[in-house]
């Protein structure tokens, strides 16, 4: 996995402050120490080689930096405020930035967390592809609302699909799992393009999203359980971001629909560009450590900590699962637009949530993770439901409020599937949650549906459904424990304790 080398001199005034602090090891995004020629080398951080020489010339101090920051698929975003972070050496005290996780990550965990990234984007896509195309192939095949409905609800059953993989990853391992989701998911959804008929089609991704399901999931995993205990959320964050990304292509890609009354199949060929993340993922991932670690396998799950993170899962997906799978429905049916101003809206109305996943994880690892699922869920929802009742530029800012907010608050709902959970059985945990909370979506899908066909509309339904949120964040803030500052092993005394490096 090759990454290209870089170097950055700088030259100071010899008595001015940087050139003071330059002769001392640094202890921000990595820490120093020196080799055996005196340059400073890497202790700890997530460069695969680094190396920083200071030489007194005159009145001049000349710092050189050599480093090779190994960051597969995601490079090209990381490496100026990498390249400025070195050239703009903080004074001690001074707060991290922004877009670093609150614990300094080894280099393993850079990677990891990289390819985990890649993995969730396969995943998204997999995930977003049916509910983005299901009205363009509805149409071509005759299907009304209550038709498409149902054809989504189906598609979300086979979540069940997902469950022996995640009990083969407590089994097996996370990397082997990973890796085999990572191989059928866009294989099966490609499928969709030589689909006969609109049942068809919902058969090949009945099997093809449950495998991006388990992708997705599986990657949440091994990310909470090689990461620090202070970058958890910040993690997962970061695996949203990219699967927003991944989700972001599936929605590009539907400008291909308006190619032709069947150009929607393009969009299923698509699939084909996530082989590559297959092949990177099976090179380069590694076991996670707390999966190495000696541990019990299917050990009894704690029934009262299943029961409520899954309730929040169930009340949750009975409003998420019918937004987002009717968002398209409502633009095209209600508010007229094509394709291509489909694409349009959902891309600059998701997009600055980007901005929220990161602040949410960093949010939920340094203040805590119930105050924000606590604040964020209830003007999330109320944002949300408006733009299902509102046109124009209201119809716009309610839908960006609404998931900016909604993503402040995800990393800290989704890091409790992996935390109140030991390693023995957290897969089948995740699991267990994502196929409740699936098929409780798929309920609300059916519902909405069902609501449609008799007259009743969008914004009303969309109201009603807006409770499940209210009560899942409830049910979070009254009783979740916060689990912040706290390693796995500690939430879970089962575990033995994993040793530091």
């Known amino acids: 996995m090759p990454g290209r080398e870089h170097t950055l001199t700088v030259v100071w005034p010899v008595d001015s402050p940087p050139a003071v602090q330059a002769l001392e090891p640094r202890d921000d995004l990595l820490a120093e120490e020196r080799d055996e020629t005196g340059a400073f080398v890497q202790a700890v951080g997530p460069f695969r080689t680094y190396r920083r020489t200071v030489e007194v010339r005159d009145d001049e101090v000349v710092q050189t930096i050599t480093y090779r920051l190994v960051i597969p698929w995601f490079g090209a975003f990381f ?48 995930n977003t592809l049916f509910t983005q195309t299901a009205n363009f192939a509805a149409d071509t095949f005759g299907v009304g609302d209550r038709g498409q409905g149902v054809g989504g609800a189906i598609v979300r059953l086979g979540v069940l699909i997902a469950l022996p993989f995640a009990v083969v990853a407590d089994r097996l391992g996370r990397r082997r799992t990973i890796v085999l989701a990572a191989w059928l998911a866009p294989l099966f959804c490609a499928l969709g393009t030589l689909a006969p008929n609109f049942w068809v089609l919902v058969g090949t991704q009945t099997i093809g999203r449950p495998l991006g399901i388990a992708l997705s999931l599986l990657a949440t995993v091994a990310a909470a359980e090689d990461m620090p205990r202070n970058s958890r959320a910040y993690a997962l964050s970061l695996l949203a971001m ?15 629909a308006d190619v032709g009354d069947e150009g929607w199949r393009l969009v299923y060929l698509m699939s084909l560009i996530w082989i590559p993340v297959a092949v990177s993922l099976m090179r380069h991932l590694l076991e996670t450590r707390r999966f190495e670690k000696a541990h019990t396998i299917a050990q009894p799950l704690n029934g009262r900590r299943l029961a409520l993170v899954a309730s929040v899962a169930l009340a949750s997906s009975l409003f998420v699962a019918p937004a987002s799978f009717f968002q398209n429905r409502y633009l095209d049916d209600v508010r007229g637009f094509s394709a291509g101003g489909i694409a349009m809206f959902t891309l600059l109305t998701a997009t600055p949530a980007s901005i929220g996943l990161v602040l949410g994880g960093r949010l939920a690892d340094v203040v805590g993770r119930r105050i924000l699922i606590a604040v964020c869920t209830p003007v999330s929802t109320a944002f949300l439901v408006l733009g299902f009742n509102t046109d124009g530029w209201l119809m716009w800012v309610s839908v960006l409020v609404g998931g900016l907010t909604g993503a402040i608050a995800y990393p800290a709902y989704t890091v409790y ?14 699991g ?41 964040a409830f049910l979070a803030y009254r009783h979740y424990p916060e689990t912040a500052h706290l390693e796995l092993e500690q939430l879970n005394p089962e575990d033995p304790v994993l040793s530091e490096g």
């Open 242 to 256: 990219a699967a927003g990304l991944g989700a972001g292509i599936a929605v590009g890609s539907l400008k291909l």
């Open 432 to 472: 267990l949650v994502t196929t409740i909370g699936l098929l409780s979506g798929s309920v609300g899908i059916l519902i909405v549906g069902f609501a449609r066909d008799h007259g009743s509309t969008f914004g009303a339904i969309m109201a009603v459904m807006g409770v499940g949120q209210l009560v899942a």
């Open 417 to 430: 599937r992996t935390e109140l959970f030991p390693t023995g059985n957290r897969g089948r945990a995740n």
């Open 79 to 126: 490496a100026l405020p990498v390249r400025r972070a070195l050239y703009r050496r903080p004074a001690p005290g001074d707060p991290s930035p922004w877009w670093t996780p609150p614990d300094r990550l080894t280099e393993r965990q850079a990677r990891t967390l990289a390819l985990l990234a890649a993995a969730a984007m396969s995943a998204a896509f997999a």
